[in-house]
């Protein structure tokens, strides 16, 4: 089992710059694929990007494609999205998810019911 806690959100203007953080703790950490998703109000938790147990593969909504970038570092247990040039529409609450998988594929990374476990999310606001 792994526990995870998101952190890094806020409130910015557009064209800013965000880092989030996805620490995690329990099992090892590089045992999971991992992946980001978010979530506006009325709305169903939406993909933003994954990565593989090695960080080797990495997948992107297109929504986020050239803007945002996945990392990961299994040494200090912890995943981050680099997000650039935000937009409001970017605006939600961040979730980071956990998947003790071995292999990943795009079709699955996305999907939120692949995830074995949750963060319990930190806000991101963008202002025009």
């Known amino acids: 089992q792994v526990q995870l806690v998101e952190s890094g959100g806020g409130l910015v203007q557009a064209g800013v710059s965000l880092r989030l953080s996805c620490a995690a703790s329990g099992r090892t950490f590089s045992t999971y694929a991992m992946g980001w998703f978010r979530q506006a109000p009325g709305t169903e938790r939406e993909f933003v990007a994954g990565i593989s147990r090695s960080g080797g593969n990495t997948y992107y909504a297109d929504s986020v494609k050239g803007r945002f970038t996945i990392s990961r570092d299994n040494a200090k247990s912890t995943m981050y999205l680099q997000m650039n040039s935000l937009k409001p529409e970017d605006t939600a609450v961040y979730y980071c998810?956990?998947?003790?998988?071995?292999?990943?594929?795009?079709?699955?990374?996305?999907?939120?019911?692949?995830?074995?476990?949750w963060g319990q999310g930190t806000q991101v606001t963008v202002s025009s």
């Open positions: 998810g956990a998947k003790d998988s071995a292999w990943t594929m795009s079709t699955s990374v996305a999907r939120p019911s692949w995830y074995d476990y």
